[in-house]
Structures are given as structure tokens and as C-alpha cells.
């Protein structure tokens, strides 16, 4: 029970003097001192290591909020750029069917151009043939 021979002779000289029931006690007493000790000593150690091991763990947590911050700000830019380029895209579809319903007036122009052109020629050539008409009476 006890560490040292020492230990074991610096009461067990008095044996002759004292009860070896109050020995018995020393005994237990010392036991009990160096078993108080140990759970001491046991407790300190665990303590240490959940420590250790909170730190270890703290560590990784504060990582992980640290990339959930980084990830909850790229969102947030993200949403931002995506708004941008929906309303940049809506623009480009307005001027899109802006250029399409002027490609479509220009249609109606060139037809109604060519419609006058026609109408145009054949008045013309009307006016030709009475033009003629007219000659032809005058010279006879």
C-alpha cells in the first residue's frame, strides 16, 4: 500500500508502542491519501484532455462558421449579380422586340413602297398608252 520501504519503517519502528489497530488505521489513512491523490491527479488529466478535445472540436466549429459567413456572403452577391443580369436580360429582350418591330415596319414600308411602285407603273403606262393614243390621233 505504500510507495517506499522509508514510508513502511518511519511508523512501523513504533509498532512496539502503538496498536496494530491505529497501524491498520495509518495504513488505510495512507491509502486512502495516495488513492485521493491518484482520483485527483485522474480528474486533473481528464480534465486536460476534454479541454484538448473541446479546443480540437472548437477549432473545426469555428472554421465551419467561418465558411458558413463566406458562403452566406457569396449568396447574397450572388442574388445580387442574378437580379442584375434578370434586369440586364429584360432590357435586352425589350430592345430585342424593339429591333423586331422595327425590322417589321420596314417590311410593311417595303411592301407598301413596292405596292406604290406598281401602282405607279401602271399608271405610268397608262399614261403611255394614252399618251400614245393621242399621237397617233393627231397624226392622222
Known amino acids: 500500500m505504500l510507495k517506499t520501504k522509508r514510508d ?14 491505529f497501524l491498520l488505521f495509518i495504513d488505510e489513512f ?5 488513492t485521493e491523490r491518484r482520483r485527483r491527479e485522474a480528474i486533473a488529466a481528464a ?16 472554421q465551419a462558421y467561418v465558411n458558413q459567413r463566406k458562403l452566406d456572403h457569396e449568396v447574397k452577391t450572388l442574388q ?11 432590357q435586352w429582350i425589350s430592345m430585342v422586340e424593339g429591333f423586331n418591330q422595327a ?3 420596314i417590311g410593311d414600308v417595303e411592301n407598301w413602297a413596292r405596292s406604290i411602285e406598281m401602282d405607279m407603273r ?12 393621242q399621237l397617233q390621233t393627231a397624226s392622222s
Open 103 to 105: 425590322l417589321k415596319e
Open 8 to 21: 513502511e519503517r518511519s511508523y512501523r519502528c513504533l509498532s512496539p508502542l502503538i496498536n496494530n489497530d
Open 122 to 133: 401602271t399608271i405610268a403606262t397608262a399614261l403611255e398608252y394614252v399618251h400614245k393614243g
Open 30 to 34: 495512507v491509502f486512502y491519501l495516495c
Open 80 to 90: 445580387v449579380q442574378a437580379s442584375q443580369f434578370s434586369k440586364q436580360t429584360a
Open 47 to 62: 480534465t486536460c484532455l476534454t479541454e484538448a478535445l473541446v479546443d480540437h472540436l472548437n477549432v473545426g466549429v469555428a
